[in-house]
């Protein structure tokens, strides 16, 4: 199952998510070499990446060994890992969904709103995946936990709009008008079986990161509209 587009369109440029995903794909080219240099891509990853073991100041059980020496950013490095990624299919595919999700969030919230908003539903994915396994040494990168984080706010907002949708039946390929809320909490539950199923960290992929991201989108999304669906109503009110 995978997301191709939404019939959800907007009315203004979402100049906040363009922006998002030219800096992630910037950060990609020039700080982690595209993937193409193998120093600059462990430079980076172990530099800038998130590593429980380092910001909870917890051991690891006695001869865990990590990919990366420890020492570290800290806190800082919840905000720098959302921007870092870890190969070309990791960073086109959450391009996509931040694109796919996202215009319709910063339209609802407004720009400014909108990257704060971002910004914190990453921090609750970076949170949750701490809190997952608080002695990992292994290093987290990547943007799907604030992007879980607007897939939980578009099923709030928009649960009706309806999302074409690939789906794999064993060989055959097949394109399905979806309404969202289906897609998106079939995807919740793919993640929260993951999560049971598998033990923290050894996936290679941050299903809590995602859980505790799309949770805090879905529950945010209402307090950051206060304010801004009063200010839409006048400005939309027909004057006398």
Do not use: K
């Not at 909108?114 to 040494?137: E, K, M, N, R």
């Amino acid at each position: 199952m995978f997301p191709l587009r939404d019939d959800n369109p907007t009315q203004r440029t979402a100049v906040v998510t363009v922006i998002l995903i030219i800096v992630n794909v910037v950060v990609w080219l020039y700080v982690q070499g595209a993937g193409y240099s193998e120093r600059l891509l462990s430079e980076s990853v172990c530099g800038l990446g998130m590593i429980p073991a380092e910001i909870t100041g917890v051991l690891p059980s006695a001869g865990a060994v990590g990919p990366c020496a420890l020492g570290g950013l800290t806190l800082g490095a919840t905000v720098t890992s959302m921007f870092l990624h870890g190969s070309w299919l990791h960073l086109l595919a959450n391009m996509w969904f931040l694109w796919l999700f996202g215009d319709n969030i910063e339209e609802a919230l407004g720009h400014a709103r909108f990257l704060v908003f971002y910004l914190l539903i990453g921090l609750a994915g970076a949170a949750a995946h701490i809190l997952s396994d608080p002695t990992s040494v292994v290093p987290t990168v990547g943007a799907s936990g604030a992007i879980s984080g607007l897939m939980g706010a578009y099923l709030v907002l928009h649960p009706r709009a309806r999302i074409q949708t690939l789906f794999i039946f064993v060989i055959v390929l097949r394109i399905i008008a979806v309404p969202a809320w289906i897609v998106l909490i079939m995807w919740f539950a793919l993640q929260a079986i993951a999560a049971y199923v598998t033990p923290a960290g050894g996936s290679g992929v941050a299903v809590w990161a995602h859980i505790g991201g799309f949770i805090a989108g879905a529950v945010m999304v209402p307090l950051f509209r206060i304010g801004r669906q009063r200010r839409n109503a006048t400005a939309d009110a027909p004057v006398p």
